[in-house]
């Protein structure tokens, strides 16, 4: 008997990268600002450092001999986030630049965005 594939949605390649600077644009968050810590690409969700922060109870271990309740960085979707060009929220496009790469740049200034 065949087994029947499960058919999978393709994930659209981000706009945003770790390291990025963003602003969040919606949610508890709104309108704080951090650095891109991880990017999570099946669930296209990021990691902002000090932003969604959430509670962990934690057990004694090796690792934490107290344990007790833990703060961190929750993932956060990419649709409420925006880059920040300079100390402005953009939107964020891609073209190709005079060498002919795929460069990324900032919809409000036209200015390329490091990678």
């Known amino acids: 008997m065949k087994k029947s594939k499960v058919h999978e949605i393709p994930v659209a390649k981000p706009k945003l990268r770790k390291g990025d600077m963003v602003q969040v644009i919606a949610g ?3 309108g704080k600002q951090g650095r891109i810590l991880e ?3 099946e669930t296209n969700r990021a990691v902002v450092e ?3 922060l959430v509670s962990r109870h934690t057990k004694p271990s090796a690792a934490s001999p ?5 703060k961190r960085e929750a993932p956060i979707h ?5 880059l920040l060009a300079g100390s402005k929220p953009t939107r964020v496009g891609r073209k190709l630049n005079d060498a002919g790469e795929m460069v990324r740049f900032a919809k409000i200034n036209q200015e390329i965005i490091p990678s």
């Not at 107290?66 to 833990?70: E, L, R, T």
């Not at 990419?78 to 925006?82: A, D, G, P, Q």
Request: no cysteine; charged share 25%.
């Open 28 to 30: 508890d968050s709104k």
């Open 39 to 41: 990017m999570k690409r």
């Open 50 to 52: 000090g932003l969604n």
């Open 66 to 70: 107290n344990g007790g309740i833990i």
């Open 78 to 82: 990419i649709s409420n986030l925006k």
